[in-house]
């Protein structure tokens, strides 16, 4: 159980392209997910928090119109790099947790596989 | 703030132990381990809830001094499955939910 499926898993674009990744919970409903990047041998910083049906949280220094975040449902979160430019390239992965906000800390964090970006 | 890690890398040879230690300068709810395979997503290994609280998985334990707000993460006999790089996960009150930080991380190998 409590698996998250992430798309895609790669993906090379060209400059200015906008790509959307996808973070899905199938077997569990997920009020909130998260959004980690990870460059290499460097830990997961956490980018946003995506809550269901309502805005994102964004960590400090992360810009909220280059990285648009939408979790219209229970089981789907969507990350979009908009205008993508090579030092957007990183491995991002998003995670979710079972259960209500009063047990959250107490859940551990299902992740995806990670979309790895490469920006020509 | 990023909790601090140590060591950053280890090299093991199989069934040798290793500890490796999270120290946060944040109170923390609770300390997460996870394991790391180059290229994948982390895979969850334990959670430690209480202060002084130790918790074990086959060979692989850990410790979580609340007071200290450290936590620890114990390799014993290792194999190379072991290889890998950890993080600790500490979870703090922000925006309304509890999200996750992750250590610095600890790099370890493992060989025959």
């Known amino acids: 159980g409590a698996v998250v499926s992430q798309h895609p898993s790669w993906v090379i674009c060209k400059s200015g392209t906008s790509v959307k990744i996808e973070c899905r919970s199938l077997?569990?409903?997920?009020?909130?997910m998260f959004w980690y990047r990870q460059f290499p041998k460097q830990s997961l910083m956490l980018m946003a928090t995506?809550?269901?049906?309502?805005?994102?949280?964004?960590e400090q220094g992360v810009e909220k119109d280059k990285f648009l975040i939408n979790h219209a449902s229970l089981t789907l979160s969507t990350l979009t790099v908009t205008s993508a430019h090579p030092e957007d390239s990183s491995f991002y992965i998003c995670?979710?947790?079972?259960?209500?906000?009063?047990?959250?800390?107490?859940?551990?964090?299902?992740f995806g596989d990670g979309t790895r970006l490469s920006i020509l | 703030q990023q909790p601090v890690q140590s060591p950053q890398a280890v090299i093991l040879r199989e069934g040798e132990d290793a500890v490796i230690n999270c120290s946060s300068s944040?109170?923390?709810?609770?300390v997460h381990w996870y394991r790391q395979k180059h290229g994948e997503a982390p895979v969850f290994l334990m959670i430690?809830?209480?202060?002084?609280e130790q918790k074990g998985h086959e060979k692989i334990s850990a410790s979580f001094n609340e007071k200290k707000q450290q936590s620890s993460l114990y390799l014993t006999a290792s194999q190379l499955s072991y290889s890998g790089t950890y993080f600790c996960?500490?979870?703090?009150?922000?925006?309304?939910?509890?999200?996750?930080?992750f250590g610095t991380g600890t790099r370890l190998k493992v060989l025959a």
């Open positions: 995670s979710a947790r079972v259960g209500r906000p009063i047990s959250e800390s107490n859940q551990p964090q299902h």
């Open positions: 430690l809830l209480k202060g002084g």
């Open positions: 995506s809550n269901e049906g309502s805005k994102a949280t964004y």
């Open positions: 944040k109170a923390l709810y609770s």
């Open positions: 077997d569990f409903q997920a009020t909130t």
């Open positions: 996960g500490t979870v703090g009150l922000g925006a309304g939910t509890y999200k996750y930080i």
